[in-house]
């Protein structure tokens, strides 16, 4: 009940935003339908809907019931789901606002590519989420002219990597990809240096878990500096989209925002309404308007809508002292180089033997 009244108050802000700048296209009207829990109530309110003169849906429904509803409902509105992480195959009707997002592996392989670094591998895990991004990045960035030398899978509940990391050290690229879930990365990052991959020269790259609070906070810093990862929100910088949803809400709610799903809400009725504007005349018109939706300024990041997905514009960044620190397109976090360790039967240094790398950390100057 809690998400379904936040996604509510995004759509009720929204709507208010759009009577407010779009006068011509007169008041909204705003249909709420329960559907109760069960398949039986979420069917019969959707056959409703279907006959009624609407411009689209939200559905807020679990991913079995949004893809029944698909199965067995003939909708001829656009459908958005701010929670399913799913779209139901050959629906062009339906839009997932939650899920996953292929911006940040794109992001972070155009970040690899134009920093030089040419050659990568990648650790990831069988959950579905991980196992998409190790996909989207090797295809941007294979695209891009980069290799990926080799991609390495383990199993969800997996807690010990060497056979892994022992594979990627054989094959020796520029970067490790870890598009692992954020409960994962505590037990591989101290892994990684455990067994020296980067030592090697072998530099980081992390999906959004690495940033993360949770994990920041509890994984040492010798683990996660230097890392680059992707977020849809930039440094520093409160998006104008979510800076106008905030102001709105605060002043029709009356309160401050208690947690992020009027956000998701918001988004979902807002990509809706935007459609309008487009004065498409049939449903395949506004369905294919939505399509070209680009960087569009929802409260939850730069929105695009392709195939069937919301995709959010990423921003790159490296982790420092469990912070996050801008870095340019062309740079890249630089080795921590220490003293050769000393010969361990004399004791002492061998002449003309070379620094070794201990880590990495973010530059603050070109590469």
């Given amino acids: 009940m809690e998400a379904t009244g936040g996604i509510l108050e995004g759509i009720r802000v929204a709507l208010d935003i759009f009577e407010e700048e779009n006068e011509k296209f007169g008041e909204a009207e705003l249909i709420v339908v329960s559907e109760g829990d069960e398949l039986k109530g979420a069917l019969e309110a959707?056959?409703?809907?279907?006959?009624m003169e609407l411009v689209g849906i939200v559905a807020f429904l679990q991913d079995d019931i949004m893809?029944?509803?698909s199965r067995q409902v003939e909708l001829s509105v656009p459908v958005i789901s701010p929670v399913s992480t799913v779209i139901p195959l050959g629906d062009k009707n339906v839009i997932s606002l939650f899920g996953t997002d292929p911006g940040a592996s794109e992001k972070l392989a155009q970040q690899a590519f134009s920093s030089g670094l040419l050659t990568a591998a990648i650790v990831y895990s069988q959950e579905s989420e991980s196992t998409f991004e190790a996909e989207v990045f090797t295809d941007a960035f294979q695209e891009l002219g980069g290799f990926v030398l080799g991609r390495f899978e383990y199993s969800v509940g997996s807690t010990f990597f060497e056979e892994h990391l022992r594979a990627?050290?054989?094959?020796?690229?520029d970067i490790l990809f870890l598009p692992v879930p954020a409960d994962d990365i505590e037990l591989i990052a101290p892994q990684?240096?455990?067994f020296g991959l980067d030592s090697l020269g072998i530099r980081i790259f992390g999906t959004a878990g690495w940033s993360q609070d949770e994990v920041l906070n509890v994984v040492d810093t010798r683990h996660t500096d230097g890392v680059v990862t992707a977020s849809p929100f930039p440094l520093g910088e409160i998006l104008p989209g979510y800076q106008e949803f905030l102001s709105v809400y605060e002043r029709i709610h009356q309160r401050t925002l208690p947690n992020l799903f009027p956000t998701f809400g918001y988004d979902a009725a807002s990509i809706l309404l935007e459609g309008i504007k487009t004065s498409a005349q049939t449903s395949k018109g506004f369905v294919e308007a939505l399509e070209e939706l680009s960087d569009f300024p929802g409260a939850t990041g730069l929105l695009s809508v392709e195939d069937g997905h919301v995709v959010r514009k990423h921003f790159v960044t490296c982790l420092q002292d469990r912070t996050r620190r801008v870095i340019s397109p062309y740079q890249q976090s630089q080795?921590?180089?220490m003293p050769p360790l000393p010969d361990p039967e004399t004791d002492s240094i061998p002449e003309g033997a070379p620094d070794r790398i201990m880590g990495f950390q973010c530059s603050n100057s070109g590469s």
């Fill in 46 to 51: 959707a056959q409703e809907l279907s006959r």
């Fill in 168 to 173: 990627v050290e054989a094959i020796m690229p």
């Fill in 67 to 69: 893809l029944e509803i």
């Fill in 335 to 337: 080795p921590i180089m």
């Fill in 192 to 194: 990684v240096t455990f």
